[in-house]
């Protein structure tokens, strides 16, 4: 609402009051903002000026201007000549699929930039979920906001209401999120249907969801982690304060062009950086490593990796899996000298098996109907889940505990030894959003600027990442790998160090501690 529809709107009530000081007529009906106003988002900044602006470098709002979605998208609708219809815009764009001014997503560009992305209104207007995937929610199609605060403060902008599908600690709201979340190739266009993206029924299957958290304090949503509440701040310009949900939410995707584009460049570049910083944060702790060293002979050693999906309330990677790639960056050392080493790929290198055969990637591997490996999900008739298993039980006597486990030996081979004993060996986990050798399928095929294939960074999760290390110097590079062992990490009070007897040789083994999120 515009600040001089507010003063109108203001004094109106004013002569309200006074005339009906002096009169038995009825009050008029109260009258809100026009539908048209509520679908840009931009007007809701006058009142929720944070909220706004940390939607505004999200991939929520950036999610039809990404030019990885838009190519697949028209290379997708160009493949399966139309098939694809509705499927990728419907979560992209919903609110321009819902009002008819895209059926395909192919005319985005000539779309109102009111109607692309996930925008305010259409998070705040549904007022039911009708299915589990493929965005089945349902809006009022009214001017009822609805969010988490139970006693909303009137305004003369729209109506407000409670509802549990946008209080982050009600289980309703993950089915919310959860409906665009997981997507079911239909059949056709893919050769059979296919559960592609299965995030919301990961988590369902997960120690986070309330049926199978400890107690209800233990369960988390997916608000719980990338909709944070933030204490003691006010919902609108006024009114009380009140805890409120973080709009970055932020997850493993950035924006691949200058976004936000508002004009304000130093704004945008705050924003922009705000938003990287979330995405860390969110990124880093998810995954606990623990290192072990076998000795195999005087001269001769093994490596075992395990990393623990500790902390994602799905599977990791997730999302579109099949095109994610995260792997180990796996050194060893001795005297400084590096004695052995795999994933060690510089940034714009395509992480391979094929360039390393110890590599070891997470992923979803995707196949067509002949047993071809395919990087367009709309050929997909199989999956082989390649990620790491979200944690199903906190109780760690269990053998489901360790579902989300996963061990590997360096070098892979049981007869590959390192020539050496390490002293020292780090590990960084590494993600790239999308794949490269997926974009340089978009950018052969003609559909994708090649310009976008360089703003594809691989980040890094550093668990340590902002430790301060002065006391301890000598573990300082756990600033940047996200594991290390050595004389010094197993004698640091801050990791776990164990000794495995019951392997032959013995490992000797040093992990990160266990922590909650």
């Not at 190519?71 to 609708?77: L, T």
């Not at 990338?226 to 304060?241: D, R, Y």
């Not at 000298?337 to 290198?349: Q, R």
């Not at 486990?405 to 590990?427: M, N, S, W």
Request: contains cysteine; charged residues 25%.
């Amino acid at each position: 609402m515009s600040r001089k529809r507010s003063l109108e709107a203001a004094a109106a009530g004013a002569l309200f009051v006074a005339a009906s000081a002096c009169s038995n007529e009825p009050p008029p009906a109260k009258t809100y903002a026009e539908l048209a106003e509520l679908y840009d988002s931009k007007n809701c900044a006058a009142c929720h000026q944070q909220h706004y602006d940390e939607w505004s470098a999200s991939m929520h709002a950036y999610a039809a201007e990404d030019p990885v979605f838009v190519a697949m998208n028209r290379r997708g609708q160009e493949e399966t000549n139309g098939e694809l219809g509705s499927l990728c815009v419907n979560c992209h764009a919903p609110l321009a699929v819902r009002t008819g001014a895209t059926t395909d997503g192919l005319n985005l560009t000539e779309v109102p930039a009111e109607l692309r992305g996930v925008t305010c209104y259409f998070c705040h207007n549904v007022e039911a979920v009708e299915g589990s995937h493929n965005n089945p929610l349902k809006l009022s199609d009214d001017v009822t906001m609805r969010g988490r605060i139970a006693d909303p403060t009137p305004n003369d902008v729209h109506r407000s209401e409670y509802s549990a599908l946008l209080a982050g600690d009600r289980p309703e709201s993950a089915a919310m999120c959860g409906s665009c979340h997981d997507i079911v190739l239909p059949s056709p266009p893919a050769p059979r249907a296919v559960h592609l993206e299965r995030t919301f029924a990961e988590w369902k299957g997960s120690v986070f969801a309330p049926e199978n958290a400890p107690s209800a304090s233990a369960a988390s949503t997916c608000n719980s982690c990338h909709l944070p509440t933030v204490a003691n701040e006010p919902i609108a310009n006024s009114g009380p304060k009140r805890a409120r949900h973080s709009h970055h939410m932020a997850g493993v995707d950035g924006p691949l062009t200058p976004f936000p584009a508002t004009g304000n460049t130093l704004r945008d570049a705050e924003l922009a950086a705000e938003q990287a910083e979330k995405r860390e944060q969110m990124l880093d702790p998810t995954v606990r490593i623990e290192i072990c060293v076998q000795a195999l002979s005087d001269t001769e050693a093994a490596l075992h990796v395990t990393l623990d999906n500790a902390n994602a309330g799905h599977h990791f990677p997730s999302g579109a899996a099949q095109d994610r790639r995260a792997y180990t960056e796996v050194i060893a050392y001795r005297s400084d000298e590096v004695i052995y080493e795999s994933g060690v790929f510089a940034d714009g290198e395509v992480a391979s098996v094929e360039n390393d055969p110890d590599l070891w990637l997470l992923r979803d591997e995707t196949f067509d109907a002949d047993g071809n490996e395919t990087h367009m999900f709309w050929n997909v008739a199989e999956i082989h889940d390649k990620t790491l298993p979200a944690q199903v039980t906190a109780d760690p006597a269990k053998p489901e505990y360790y579902q989300s486990h996963l061990r590997r030996r360096f070098p892979l081979a049981r007869e590959g030894v390192i020539a050496g004993i390490p002293d020292r060996v780090t590990v960084r986990l590494r993600l790239v959003p999308v794949g490269l050798e997926v974009l340089d399928d978009l950018i052969a095929s003609g559909h994708l600027d090649p310009a976008v294939r360089s703003a594809m960074t691989t980040l890094d999760l550093l668990t340590f990442r902002h430790e301060d290390f002065t006391s301890e110097p000598e573990l300082s590079a756990l600033n940047v790998v996200s594991m290390e062992w050595s004389a010094a990490s197993r004698a640091a009070s801050r990791f776990v160090a164990r000794d495995d007897f019951t392997q032959t040789p013995p490992w000797q083994c040093v992990a990160m501690p266990r922590r909650a999120r």
